[in-house]
């Protein structure tokens, strides 16, 4: 009878614990199965509570379950494993690979080891002649990578077997004749050793600044939680009471307005009535002057002797009371007082308001000590290494990227939108933000000189001039170390009468606005601080001349 051809994913047979192919198959009694070994780690290790759970569903037991193999799931495990061995599937090999086949010839296969030796990759067809040949059978394979190019000498295309802890870099046996001649040089595998006994101490402390970190983040968020209650009653009250001194405010607005209208009123009502009066002593004096106008005209003696009489009785001004008007009357007097009030309420409220920034300071809830020893500045150390994409074409970097020198000759580099193409510079790859402190080692012949410089990363990278030289622009701040000290940032210069140092160290503070460069010793000898507001991110530069060679310091 002919074998049925059954379809079958491999992932159904992967447990769940180690994600390989099942070895010795046991079933739980909530019906999963995993590796023999694997389960009775897992219960080894997790038993605390006295109760044994699933690693995948999380169902418990007590007690500890009886482990059967699994006949069944072993034979079909088994024979997956013939299965794939005959007839590896497309998907299988083909399958996007991390790291390719470098024999495979075509669409390549995925490589399944790597050999430090031949400096190859190879998949599961073109890895047999290195378990098969006795001579293949002793290079050293290891998981795949892609990035074996990255183990050979730039210089010499050999294996870098070796390390040279003087320049404290990988080198090969070539590389021990020619530039690390006379070297401390030992094997990597005696290097790793070694490194090995320290790992240890390493994780303990590493573990040790964890617990110290996390502390301080439980202190971090007490704190926030405590400044946002406190910010969010500070602004209440505030707003609080300047609704109740606006409100005072408005009600002596309202009462004063009042009063000017009262007076107003007052007075307005005495003009009326003196108005309504003058007017009619006009009209009776106009009545009068009529018939004053009229009476030369009569023809009868009598009623002109009659009225002539009358009429000489006049309500002239001695009839009238003496009326004297102001003709400037206004209101100047209270703009004056209130203006006045004004000017030392405001000079009383800025005063006053001036003593609540130093409160408002007194609540920040992070103070960082201010570095002074050389160990204060290591507790903010950041190591840095130089961005190849920004080199200018004449310099040279070495020791992975931490070192950089003056080369004479044009290095080959590809083009790069961000590189350098005038003066002789090169910035970080890394971003300087909240502190950070590195030191720097440098050395030159007489009459050449290094400029140790911070830089925004849109400092222009094109062209001559102050717009890309490092100090000469508002993007950077320099300070030049040969043959004198000077500072130098927007093309203003301000020279530093101090020793210069083979060792510089630079500390900024990002958040405060603080740079400052030391002469580093046995003691730290400040050479120039600046404060400002840095606007974006900082990253580290030099310009380096002829003679120069500068490292950051470890």
């Avoid at 210089?155 to 090969?172: A, I, N, S």
Wanted: hydrophobic residues 30%; glycine residues 4%.
């Amino acid at each position: 009878m002919a074998e049925a051809c059954i379809s079958v994913d491999e992932d159904q047979f992967m447990c769940p614990v180690c994600l390989d192919l099942l070895k010795d198959p046991v079933t739980v009694p909530c019906g999963h199965s995993f590796c023999k070994v694997c389960i009775n780690n897992f219960w080894d290790h997790n038993n605390q509570r006295r109760f044994y759970r699933c690693p995948q569903c999380r169902e418990t037991f007590t007690p500890r379950p009886v482990l059967r193999r699994n006949n069944m799931l072993a034979e079909v495990v088994e024979k997956l494993k013939k299965t794939e061995l005959q007839a590896p599937s497309p998907a299988h090999c083909y399958a996007e690979p991390d790291v390719e086949c470098d024999f495979c010839t075509g669409r390549k296969r995925k490589a399944i080891k790597s050999c430090l030796m031949c400096v190859v990759s190879l998949c599961e067809t073109h890895l047999k002649p290195h378990l098969e040949i006795p001579a293949l059978i002793k290079h050293k394979l290891v998981k795949p990578s892609a990035k074996l190019q990255e183990k050979m000498c730039s210089l010499h295309d050999e294996v870098m077997k070796l390390y040279c802890r003087t320049d404290q870099q990988f080198v090969c046996y070539l590389c021990t004749m020619d530039e690390h001649r006379g070297h401390d040089t030992v094997a990597a595998g005696a290097e790793r050793k070694e490194k090995q006994s320290r790992l240890k101490d390493l994780q303990r402390e590493s573990q040790q600044k964890i617990q110290e970190k996390e502390m301080k983040l439980q202190e971090v968020k007490e704190a926030v939680k405590a400044l946002k209650s406190s910010a969010q009653t500070a602004v209440r009250d505030s707003e609080r009471i300047f609704t109740e001194l606006i409100r005072s405010f408005e009600k002596k607005r309202s009462e004063l307005t009042e009063l000017i209208r009262a007076q107003e009123k007052a007075e307005l009502s005495r003009a009326e009535e003196l108005l309504e009066k003058l007017e009619q002593e006009i009209s009776d004096l106009k009545r009068r002057h009529t018939e004053l106008e009229q009476l030369p005209h009569t023809d009868d003696h009598i009623h002109f002797l009659q009225s002539f009489k009358s009429l000489c009785v006049s309500p002239g001004p001695e009839d009238s009371p003496r009326i004297r008007v102001n003709q400037h009357l206004s209101f100047d007097s209270v703009k004056k007082s209130l203006s006045d009030l004004k000017e030392r309420l405001e000079e009383f409220c800025k005063e006053e308001f001036s003593n609540i920034p130093p409160l408002a300071a007194g609540v920040q809830m992070i103070l960082p000590p201010e570095p002074m020893t050389r160990e204060d500045f290591l507790q903010y150390f950041c190591r840095l290494t130089l961005d190849p994409n920004t080199a200018h074409q004449h310099l040279v970097l070495s020791e992975k990227n931490r070192a950089v020198r003056y080369g004479g000759k044009v290095q080959g580099y590809p083009d790069h939108p961000e590189r350098f193409d005038d003066g002789w510079q090169v910035l970080s790859k890394e971003s300087v933000s909240g502190c950070c402190y590195w030191e720097v080692d440098w050395g030159s012949d007489d009459g050449h000189f290094l400029l140790i410089s911070v830089s925004y990363n849109g400092i222009s990278r094109k062209g001559s001039g102050n717009k890309s030289w490092f100090g000469h622009n508002d993007q950077s701040w320099s300070l030049q170390c040969s043959p004198s000290l000077s500072f130098c940032h927007n093309n203003i210069e301000t020279e530093i009468s101090a020793p210069s140092s083979s060792r510089i160290g630079v500390y900024v503070d990002h958040g405060a606005g603080t740079l400052s460069f030391y002469s580093v010793s046995d003691t730290m000898t400040l050479l120039h601080t600046v404060h400002t507001t840095f606007t974006q991110s900082l990253y580290a530069g030099f310009w380096v001349n002829w003679g120069t060679k500068v490292r950051f310091s470890d």
